[in-house]
């Protein structure tokens, strides 16, 4: 970006005017194809750092946010986004993925696409205040190993009695397999974005469909880690070399030099993780 564009900006941004209009968002194009988007009101003022035209200085009393000016393309000012017709969630949203698979709008257990819903350990279906392996229920302590061993489910527990997502919202919904969550990074452009004062990420498909998907973190033992920093959603996928039983997939994603980076993390089933329901 231009640094005299970026200068007339800083001095003639209306972020004052901007803040009576809580539902705006200043979206920050970024040279590595990455967009960030801010909530308006959350900014108090952006000016250049040390007053240099090298380093964008975005006054957000929670979290300022610096930027350097080359690796800026390009802001602009828009209503935040919206994903859903009304507020009857969960809606299925078709983001135009090749099976046909439509991603729903909240986590399993919310109310709307802004709130992290409940945390399950994987194959249970009830939320709890302690995440550990003496409160999983579908595991036992084995003398022998020495260790917990864990009830087999099947190789998928999607639509299953040990699928959160049909136990609780029924058909068509499901959790979704670790395939499903390859063809949702596949298939759609993701960018961080604070959303109603949730941080998460936007998947937005080919047909310009979105869902959100909030940085709820994980619950373990009795604390919830790495919220606002990382999505780590349950996909429905069994580990199946351990003998043990121990470890299913989740689907994990964080930001990485500012980058979303995400993978498909083989993890201890006893962890408290959020569910995002498939239909199709
Ligand atoms: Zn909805």
């Given at each position: 970006?231009?640094?005299?564009?970026?200068?007339?900006?800083?001095?003639?941004?209306?972020?004052?005017?901007l803040a009576q209009h809580t539902e705006q968002s200043l979206i920050i194009y970024r040279n590595n194809d990455t967009k960030l988007y801010l909530p308006c009101e959350k900014?108090?003022?952006?000016?250049?750092?040390?007053?240099?035209?090298?380093?964008?200085?975005?006054?957000?009393?929670?979290?300022?946010?610096?930027?350097?000016?080359a690796d800026i393309d390009s802001m602009i000012v828009l209503p935040l986004p919206s994903f859903c017709p009304d507020t009857h969630h969960p809606h299925a949203?078709?983001?135009?993925?090749?099976?046909?698979?439509?991603?729903?709008?909240?986590?399993v257990?919310?109310?709307a696409p802004e709130d992290d819903g409940g945390y399950y350990a994987w194959g249970e279906v009830e939320e709890k205040t302690n995440y550990s392996w003496d409160t999983y229920t579908l595991a036992h302590y084995?003398?022998?190993?020495?260790?917990?061993v864990c009830d087999?489910?099947?190789?998928?527990?999607?639509?299953?009695p040990n699928d959160v997502a049909y136990v609780k919202w029924g058909k068509p919904?499901?959790?979704?397999?670790?395939?499903?969550?390859?063809?949702?990074?596949?298939?759609?452009?993701?960018?961080?974005?604070?959303?109603?004062?949730?941080?998460?990420?936007?998947?937005?498909?080919?047909?310009?469909?979105?869902?959100?998907?909030?940085?709820?973190?994980?619950?373990?033992?009795?604390?919830?880690?790495?919220?606002?920093?990382?999505?780590?959603?349950?996909?429905?996928?069994?580990?199946?070399?351990?003998?043990?039983?121990?470890?299913?997939?989740?689907?994990?994603?964080?930001?990485?030099?500012d980058a979303p980076l995400y993978n498909a993390v083989m993890n201890d089933r006893y962890n408290g993780r959020t569910v995002r329901a498939i239909a199709k």
């Open positions: 970006m231009h640094k005299l564009q970026l200068f007339l900006i800083c001095m003639l941004f209306p972020l004052s005017m900014i108090d003022s952006i000016t250049f750092l040390h007053n240099e035209p090298t380093t964008l200085w975005v006054h957000m009393p929670q979290d300022p946010l610096f930027i350097p000016v949203i078709d983001l135009a993925l090749p099976s046909g698979n439509k991603w729903a709008c909240c986590n257990g919310s109310s084995d003398y022998t190993y020495d260790d917990y087999y489910a099947g190789i998928n527990i999607s639509g299953t919904w499901r959790m979704p397999s670790e395939g499903a969550y390859h063809e949702l990074m596949n298939n759609c452009s993701c960018q961080q974005i604070e959303y109603r004062g949730t941080k998460g990420w936007i998947f937005t498909g080919s047909n310009g469909n979105s869902v959100f998907m909030p940085a709820a973190g994980s619950y373990i033992d009795t604390s919830i880690t790495l919220k606002g920093i990382s999505t780590q959603n349950w996909t429905s996928t069994f580990y199946l070399d351990d003998y043990l039983n121990q470890h299913a997939y989740f689907f994990s994603i964080s930001t990485f030099n």
